[in-house]
């Protein structure tokens, strides 16, 4: 009899359940937020990417299955070559199980990953086998209900010290975004 050493189980533990998407949802739909492209949230994720020097910004609203990133900055090329010569596109739609938001919207706490392999929940997350991220910087949406509705996070492919200047910039850019998404039409958000 020989002796194999367990294999890793891609995918175990990687996206913690999401009791809180049915209100999440509801009050989404009641902001008209996470169902199409805002330009304003656009400019909004430009902005973040600029101050930060991440070539991936979002501001993500998530669904009961899905993210949706109604801002959305990235590169004009992908800096990530795969195997085959492509070059990975993040688009407006993802799977919940799909990157770090839905970590930082279970925890309702900003979240730093300077460099995801040194964390074994996250190194084998799809998001770093499909689009290369290595590093991810995000905090929470939370509205004045105390509901989590998505996240604000920049991502780099590769590691990045965030540290304390990152996580105030990050905590700072979603209070700034929950009182202009509070304070006004959605669609009418002043670009920055």
Request: neutral net charge; contains cysteine; proline residues 11%.
């Given at each position: 009899?020989?002796?194999?050493?367990?294999?890793?189980?891609?995918?175990?533990?990687?996206?913690?359940?999401?009791?809180?998407?049915?209100?999440?949802?509801?009050?989404?739909?009641?902001?008209?937020?996470?169902?199409?492209?805002?330009?304003?949230?656009?400019?909004?994720?430009?902005?973040?990417?600029?101050?930060?020097?991440?070539?991936?910004?979002?501001?993500?609203?998530?669904?009961?299955d899905?993210?949706?990133?109604?801002?959305?900055?990235?590169?004009?090329?992908?800096?990530?070559?795969?195997?085959?010569?492509?070059?990975?596109?993040?688009?407006?739609?993802?799977?919940?199980?799909?990157?770090?938001?839905?970590?930082?919207?279970?925890?309702?706490?900003?979240?730093?990953?300077?460099?995801?392999?040194?964390?074994?929940?996250?190194?084998?997350?799809?998001?770093?086998?499909?689009?290369?991220?290595?590093?991810?910087?995000?905090?929470?949406?939370?509205d004045s209900?105390?509901?989590?509705?998505?996240?604000?996070?920049?991502?780099?492919?590769?590691?990045?010290?965030?540290?304390?200047?990152?996580?105030?910039?990050?905590?700072?850019?979603?209070?700034?975004?929950?009182?202009?998404?509070?304070?006004?039409?959605?669609?009418?958000?002043?670009?920055?």
């Amino acid at each position: 009899m020989t002796y194999e050493p367990p294999r890793p189980v891609r995918g175990l533990l990687l996206t913690p359940e999401d009791t809180e998407a049915p209100v999440r949802v509801s009050r989404l739909r009641l902001l008209g937020l996470g169902q199409r492209p805002e330009p304003a949230l656009d400019a909004f994720a430009g902005h973040l990417a600029r101050v930060t020097g991440a070539p991936y910004a979002m501001v993500n609203f998530l669904g009961a299955d899905h993210q949706f990133f109604a801002g959305l900055c990235t590169p004009v090329t992908a800096p990530v070559l795969r195997e085959d010569g492509s070059r990975p596109q993040v688009g407006r739609v993802l799977p919940r199980d799909h990157g770090f938001c839905p970590h930082v919207v279970v925890r309702r706490r900003a979240l730093a990953l300077e460099d995801v392999s040194d964390y074994p929940r996250f190194a084998g997350n799809a998001a770093v086998d499909e689009f290369g991220m290595r590093s991810y910087l995000g905090a929470p949406l939370i509205d004045s209900t105390g509901t989590v509705l998505g996240t604000v996070c920049v991502a780099d492919v590769r590691p990045r010290p965030w540290g304390r200047p990152g996580l105030e910039t990050i905590k700072s850019a979603a209070a700034e975004l929950v009182a202009r998404l509070e304070g006004h039409d959605p669609h009418g958000l002043p670009p920055l």
